[in-house]
């Protein structure tokens, strides 16, 4: 069940989200919705918790100062961003995240946009060693409210099974 309603008991019913490796077709795209309009208070705050201390993410009067004329969203938030964004149509039912590769970053996110993204299945294969799970690749595209890409990457995902999910095993 790709979005729907489990029930748990009778007359009790529980939400469920994301894909089992069953139901990933290769050219599937997902349009991952809503939005996420990016605050400068949102890109502070990541900059200082991840520790980059570079002043074109902070400092305004820095950010003035250069080609951009203002300060730039720290590049890891925009993966960050589009992969969570993701999560519900590629990763709810994942075991694993296995790599990113191939991230570019095409053009500059200032705080004010607002991203919003797709993926696409390139590929899904069984596990060789995981008989209750699946490798899935996804390519995935952030764009911001002008439809500007701004961000692309291709992500590989160990997802389960139907009946091998954590959300098929307990009862919570």
């Known amino acids: 069940m790709v979005h729907g309603i489990k029930e748990v008991a009778p007359g009790r019913y529980r939400e469920t989200f994301g894909r089992y490796f069953e139901d990933f077709n290769e050219g599937d795209v997902y349009e991952h919705r809503p939005g996420r309009t990016i605050s400068e208070t949102d890109n502070t705050w990541f900059t ?3 520790m980059n201390t ?3 993410h902070f400092d305004a009067e820095y950010g003035k100062a250069t080609e951009f004329g203002r300060n730039l969203v720290c590049s ?9 964004m993701s999560v519900s149509d590629v990763s709810q039912k994942a075991i694993a995240n296995l790599g990113w590769t191939d991230i570019k970053l095409t053009h500059p996110v200032f705080a004010g ?6 993926s696409e299945v390139v590929s899904k294969r ?3 060693s995981r008989p209750g799970a699946g490798l899935v690749t996804v390519n995935t595209i952030g764009k911001n409210q002008d439809g500007v890409v701004v961000c692309t990457f291709q992500r590989t995902i160990l997802v389960a099974k139907r009946g091998h999910s954590v959300e098929d095993q307990i009862d919570y």
């Open 113 to 118: 946009d607002t991203l919003y993204s797709e």
């Open 54 to 56: 570079h002043p074109l």
């Open 76 to 84: 890891p938030l925009t993966v960050s961003l589009l992969v969570g």
């Open 126 to 128: 069984e596990s060789k």
């Open 48 to 50: 200082l918790l991840t």
